[in-house]
């Protein structure tokens, strides 16, 4: 029972990084965040942004977390089981998807024209 708990944070913990990956690309791709300002509506659309940012960012890092914890679960798992530098390994790996889904998401969005 102990060890299954342990499992469940540690793939918690891992779903956050991913959630934050995902918030940390769509900062990227939206560029800094806007100055505050106290206009009504210079400040409606500085909450529009974030919302986005937080929105899609969240929808991105699921879907990095959906691609991840199976491949953890599958390969990495038994992989990884005496290895030292197993946080480390899953880091990359996790870092590997999300520029898989950045590049995706790039490519449907300003070549295709799809999303």
Do not use: C
């Not at 991913?18 to 300002?37: K, N, V």
Request: no cysteine; net charge positive.
């Amino acid at each position: 029972m102990k060890n299954v708990l342990k499992q469940i944070l540690a793939y918690l913990i891992w779903i956050v990084v991913a959630l934050l990956l995902g918030i940390g690309y769509m900062r990227i791709l939206l560029g800094p965040a806007g100055e505050p300002s106290s206009t009504g509506f210079m400040h409606l659309l500085n909450l529009m942004s974030n919302l986005v940012l937080v929105y899609v960012g969240l929808i991105g890092g699921s879907v990095i977390a959906l691609l991840f914890i199976p491949i953890d679960v599958f390969y990495l798992k038994k992989k990884l089981k005496l290895n030292k530098k197993s946080t480390v390994i899953r880091f990359i790996l996790l870092l590997v998807i999300a520029i898989v889904v950045g590049v995706t998401h790039y490519i449907l969005e300003k070549v295709v024209d799809v999303i």
